[in-house]
């Protein structure tokens, strides 16, 4: 009897690469039973398995040729990827680490790894694995989208960017990479370029849609089109994507309508099933807010403990040097300008005028920024550019000069300022695009720790300062779950929060008296009792005119589509009470911290009854 003759290797190759992937496997079968241990055979044979989503048959055969080739760590890695699909990802970590021992420099392990460390939470080695694949092999998505995403985590906005910069050009990445970009995108407040990628990823790929709907939900819900996520969010099919970001996305929809207590038990039932680990901690943060808004206050303390618990997780990996009791998580208020320092600026006849200086909108974190800026922002000859940190690049433009900051703000020259604004107005540039008459709107609460900057460069600048009752300051603070490691780390204890908020307010107080700049005080809860004197006040200061164009703020937030601040979905509701006062359910938490706060209470004309 003949025996049939096989197929060749490159022959079930090819099939594989033309989608014949059941002949392949009938194939790749028929050498095995003649060849049991041939690799090439056995490879193709796992790879048409998982063509066919049977990754447990793919598995064994992985396994085997990591025994019949050990030292290859393509094997290891195909291995681990395999272990990856099924949600070992233990067993997957400890191959893709074997695989990159044996071939340290492949940016394709790398990358694999790194993919594997974001699914297991941890944003600090993600972004560790997917730069180093980055710079070894640029032309990889994978490196760049969730090196992207990581990168954001670690509050490195300027990194995400700059890997994501050219991504209008990238070809369709197919069902698995398209929906993560699109997040990426979101979070960079790229919202129309990831909704048009979402919506032909629903339209390309209708296996996919699940995924890409999800995701256009939370973009949707992001961007204050509450109607149009809700229709998007019924129409899915419950189950048909990952449990827990279904029930996150169904929460934060019903927390914005206002269903509380719908949203703390999606919020429950979503943490209770999931991983506990450091990406968690936003949701934890959710979930506290769904219990205060149902005035759950003791549920809201605790999901808070468990936020915060995760945070600092992360934060110690990035900045375990502000974990130590005495540590300053805002150091720059270590570095103040003293009288004999500024007594030795020189003048400078340049600076440009109040009407062509920035205005300058600061305050503690959640003391009412958000609301001022999008008033001003529905001026007409005014512009925001949202929250940027472009006085923080001024100040490093300073010292790649060999200047120390502030100490050597008395030796720069005239051209050193010139120098400095420009580097300035560049970077405001890249965001806004101002005509020759409009104004800019530079809102960031923690430019009142960069006064000395403010001022040396724009000595004639308007500045607003919010302000808002301290202990509701120190709350809302608390219940927020910030990026920046440092913030991470401040706002872990309201002791800390506590003590760090009057640091920050003396330092704002020396340097305001010894300036003197142009500054408005306005009371959060002044502008809410009375919005239309209020807003004179403003309008007088900044010598406006058209003051009701500001009452309009609402329509224009919500029109303007992403606002990257957490005030997002509150700047589109009408204004309200609800927010004042709230310490006063927590008063027994904040009891402790009142001496410490006492003074800038009184300081600001509140009080701690």
């Known amino acids: 009897m003949t025996t049939p003759e096989l197929e060749s290797i490159e022959t079930i190759t090819a099939r594989l690469q033309a989608g014949h992937v059941d002949a392949a496997e009938r194939s790749a079968r028929a050498r095995l039973e003649r060849h049991p241990e041939e690799p090439q055979a056995t490879l193709l044979l796992a790879v048409a398995l998982g063509m066919q989503n049977r990754v447990n048959e793919a598995l064994s055969l992985y396994k085997r040729l990591t025994e019949l080739e050990p030292m290859q760590p393509a094997h290891w890695s195909n291995l681990a990827t395999a272990q990856r699909e099924i949600n070992e990802l233990v067993a997957a970590e400890t191959n893709y680490r074997h695989a990159l021992k044996l071939e340290p420099g492949n940016p394709v392990l790398l990358s694999n790894l790194g993919v594997l460390r974001w699914q297991r939470g941890d944003a600090v080695e993600t972004r560790d694995l997917m730069l180093a694949a980055f710079r070894l092999d640029p032309s990889l998505p994978e490196p760049r989208i969730y090196g992207a995403l990581a990168s954001y985590e670690c509050a490195e906005t300027s990194v995400a960017?700059?890997?994501?910069?050219?991504?209008?050009?990238?070809?369709?990445?197919?069902?698995?990479?398209?929906?993560?970009?699109?997040?990426?995108?979101?979070?960079?407040?790229?919202?129309?370029?990831?909704?048009?990628?979402?919506?032909?990823?629903?339209?390309?790929?209708?296996?996919?849609?699940?995924?890409?709907?999800?995701?256009?939900?939370?973009?949707?819900?992001?961007?204050?089109?509450?109607?149009?996520?809700?229709?998007?969010?019924?129409?899915?099919?419950?189950?048909?994507?990952?449990?827990?970001?279904?029930?996150?996305?169904?929460?934060?929809?019903?927390?914005?309508?206002?269903?509380?207590?719908?949203?703390?038990?999606?919020?429950?039932?979503?943490?209770?099933?999931?991983?506990?680990h450091v990406s968690r901690a936003p949701q934890w943060f959710a979930l506290a807010k769904a219990c205060d808004a149902a005035g759950d206050v003791l549920g809201a303390m605790q999901a808070l403990a468990k936020a915060h618990e995760l945070q600092l997780q992360h934060a110690t990996q990035l900045v375990p040097e502000l974990l130590v009791p005495d540590a300053e998580p805002l150091n720059i208020v270590r570095y103040r300008v003293d009288a004999g320092s500024h007594a030795r600026w020189m003048e400078d006849p340049a600076a440009p005028s109040a009407a062509k200086s920035p205005i300058f909108v600061l305050g503690f974190p959640r003391s009412g920024t958000t609301l001022l800026e999008q008033m001003l922002d529905a001026h007409p000859g005014l512009q925001a550019m949202d929250e940027r940190a472009f006085l923080q690049d001024v100040i490093e433009a300073m010292q790649s000069r060999g200047l120390q900051y502030p100490d050597d703000l008395d030796r720069l020259s005239e051209a050193d300022l010139d120098r400095l604004r420009s580097v300035y107005w560049k970077r405001v540039a890249e965001i806004v695009s101002l005509a020759p008459d409009d104004r800019l709107v530079d809102k960031n609460p923690l430019n009142m720790l960069r006064l000395p900057m403010i001022h040396r460069l724009f000595p004639h600048a308007r500045i607003v300062l919010a302000l808002r009752h301290p202990c509701d300051v120190i709350l809302s603070n608390f219940m927020q779950s910030y990026r920046a490691p440092a913030f991470q780390v401040l706002c872990a204890s309201l002791d800390r929060l506590a003590r760090g908020y009057v640091n920050a307010m003396q330092f704002w107080l020396h340097h305001a008296d010894l300036f003197r700049p142009a500054v408005l005080e306005l009371r959060y809860e002044d502008l809410l009792a009375d919005f239309a004197t209020q807003s004179r006040r403003v309008a007088t200061h900044l010598d406006l005119s058209d003051v009701d164009a500001m009452a309009k703020f609402q329509a224009h937030a919500r029109a303007k589509g992403f606002i990257s601040t957490p005030s997002y979905a509150q700047v589109v509701e009408p204004l309200n009470t609800k927010a004042v006062g709230r310490w006063q359910r927590y008063r027994e938490y904040l009891e402790p911290v009142l001496p410490v706060l006492l003074p800038m209470i009184e300081r600001w004309g509140y009080t701690a009854e």
């Open 161 to 276: 960017e700059n890997l994501l910069a050219d991504h209008a050009q990238w070809l369709y990445l197919g069902p698995v990479l398209e929906p993560d970009l699109a997040a990426a995108l979101m979070q960079l407040g790229r919202t129309v370029e990831a909704e048009q990628r979402l919506r032909f990823l629903i339209q390309r790929h209708p296996e996919a849609a699940p995924l890409a709907r999800l995701r256009l939900v939370a973009l949707l819900e992001r961007v204050n089109r509450l109607d149009d996520a809700e229709a998007m969010l019924a129409a899915l099919v419950p189950g048909s994507v990952d449990r827990e970001e279904e029930f996150a996305a169904r929460a934060a929809l019903a927390a914005r309508r206002g269903r509380h207590a719908e949203a703390v038990k999606l919020y429950r039932s979503h943490l209770q099933g999931s991983q506990v």
